[in-house]
């Protein structure tokens, strides 16, 4: 199936499964132009929090994850929260090429026009901590294949 037409078909579902949604975006290797011919649409983004939620009287899931397509939805309140301490698996959301955005309603729009006032002096520290973190696993995992139990096996 041709992408662009998978990618209104996953919008029309989304809109089904994700009550509220504000903002779908295509993310993953699509996003980063790495995708191969195999590769799968992964959809993140974000919905408006009701208001028994913001009150705490209705619960529902803080996160909202789905299988079919892959896809990741925060509450608004929570992405705000992720975009103002610069997380990086967010903030880039902000960054996706225009044919990559499936659905932005009014909010998310304005959510975009005023990108800039997220980004700060803090992703520095939020990148960084990332790197750093995925640098120790690494040295964790090379260090494991070094060991003399793992050359034994």
Known sequence: MDKKLEME????????RVTDL???TV????????????????VRGFYMNSVGQLLG????PE????DNPDGVFYP???????????NPGVIELLGTRKEDQMYVNNV???VLDHKEMFLSKRAYYSF???AVSQFKRRMLFIRKMKSPQMRRN
């Not at 078909?9 to 089904?16: A, G, V």
């Not at 993310?27 to 992964?42: K, L, V």
């Open 9 to 16: 078909s996953i919008t029309i579902n989304l809109l089904h």
């Open 63 to 66: 996160v909202i994850t789905l």
């Open 27 to 42: 993310s993953g290797s699509i996003a980063y132009g790495t995708d191969t011919e195999s590769s799968d649409i992964d």
């Open 108 to 110: 998310a729009q304005a």
């Open 22 to 24: 504000c903002y779908a």
């Open 128 to 130: 960084g901590g990332y």
């Open 57 to 60: 009287t209705e619960k529902r």
């Open 76 to 86: 608004f309140t929570k992405f705000v929260n992720l975009l103002c301490n610069c």
